[in-house]
């Protein structure tokens, strides 16, 4: 079967903010309907929808089938939900439109991340026999394995605080970011450890967010955008999950994600990397050959502000934003999940 | 760790504490609660009345709800089940029913206990009114509300037909 | 606007398999054993299935009570349920006779006593159960590193 086209055709997403008091649907509820009204479609012509959350992120069992009210679901619709990041949810979209069964997605994911102890709940997530018992926190693996990285001369503390300063700069452009800072990388370094070798800037800070992503394919998707942004490769790929027998200083599943997406057939303008720590955007930045060509996360990335389970679909959402504008031709999203970017989904665009 | 057929079982308990919060268009809802009135939402859309007003938006027309509306106190049973089955903390007496109730003024059923009379004599249509806790024991709950009881008014017409097919 | 604590509390209790079920039973009776994978790597804690292969493992190893920091982290502040109350390592560990690291914690007392390469051995929980907790955390071998 042919691969059909199938492109962003608009995003919308809410400012970061921290200690929301709205409930999720509350949160979610402007940004589905902002969205919508950007392309100016009727309801009734979205023939699935898809939300990426985490349950353990608000607290309450099921919270994803509240967020239906959100949605608008009446008559009654198509929907689906995947516990984990929306670009996660974007994916199966995708996946849905290749089917046939629709023209026309929306994706949409929020992640209400300081309602609870943020580095606790993502413990979860982890191998439940060997490592969630002893409740370490995604901080404290980041940062073993930025260490690994320091070690091996891979990079320097000085990289890393390098890639806090511009993402804090860039965020100054960024009306929804949430850390911002004219600061340099000097000033970082001086700076003392939260868990050593990390530094509080080399850890993304937890907020509350939501956001939502219309995708469509072939003539839908140029009837609703001037210049949509079209996917021209998507791949998701896992590394094991135990910690030890995975490679700390390089991402094999990263890479294979990348090459399998076609990052490396042409130059890429833009890349928005989901990267939660610093070291890590720069092992990403290496496991898709990534040159000085390209400019990395100029929204300010997930470093600025990380919405547990909506940073993956914001960078795609930033990406495909400067497709539309004609500020880039080729862009690159990529979300990560689980600990020491255990997952990777890869995904390039282009403008015609 | 306890063992049956070689087979290990791992004693793991999880918990996390959060900082609920339960959003800025329940507030007028829970402040009601907390002097005894039952206060719901009008959908600007469709024009419904939510009570309670879910998660502050009409799941028909994604909107978020927009005036207070002052409902019941009585109500008309829509639906009930009688409940025979013994579960993990449970704290009433078996058998017991639980009912959906649509308050007067609401367009929507919420659920709660139905008591003070025989399982057995709880109906569709039954007309009901809330039996509050002592006010000392109430908080921004619908706890506050210990139970609900037939009023003996004339049972509503809730458009279900005994028998009907 | 009203906002409360909620705690979310689930007290489970998980069937761990054959493979697993005879490792927690070692670890209870004080023993450290691994599984070797098909390239001939040795796992601790044992791997059921090979990473890579996917083959089922079952050819065991026992290995010694002493290892190597492979990397580490310091955890200034620890957090609730975490292995040791005052501020201490997280590492990755490779036993004696394993090629795999594990992630336990180390008792190290100060950052500037551990590095990667530190030499470490197991210290036992006082009261074992069955579960990665028998292994309490991990000492500094004194003079070793
Ligand atoms: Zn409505």
Redesign the pocket.
Known sequence: MARRDVAIVATAQRPNEVGSTLTSVELILPVINDVIAKVGIERQKIGFWCHGSCDYMSGQPFSFVAAVDAIGAWPPIVESHVEGDGALALYEAWVKIQTGECDVALVFSNGKTTSGPIDRILNLQADPYMVTPLWPGFDSLAALQARACLDAGVLSEADMAEVAARSYRDALNNPIAYAKENVTAEQLLARPYTTAPLRAHDCGVPVDGANAIILAAGDAARSLAERPAWIRGIDHRIDTQRLGARSMTESSSAAIAAAKAGVGDDRIDIAELHAPYTHQEILLRRAMNLGEGTHVNPSGGALVSNPAMAAGLARFAEAAESVFSGSADRVLAHCTSGPMLQQNLVCVMEGE | MSEADGIMRLRQPISVTYNWSAGPNATSHLNGLLDGTLVGKR??????VYFPPRNGV?P??A?ILGDDVVVGPRGTITTFCVVNVPFLGQKIKLPYVAAQILLDGADISMQHLIQECEAADVRIGMRVEPVWKDRSEWGPSLENIAHFRPTGEPDRDMGVEAGAS | MFTAPLVVAYPYKRTVGTLLSRFFQSLQEGRLEGTKGSDGRVYFPPAEFDPVTGRQLDEWVTLAETGTVVTWAWQSAPQPDQPLERPFAWALITLDGADVPLLHAVDAGDMARIRTGSRVKVRWADERSGGIRDIACFDLLEGAS
């Open positions: 959908c600007p859309g469709c024009s419904l009409c028909k027309c909107r």
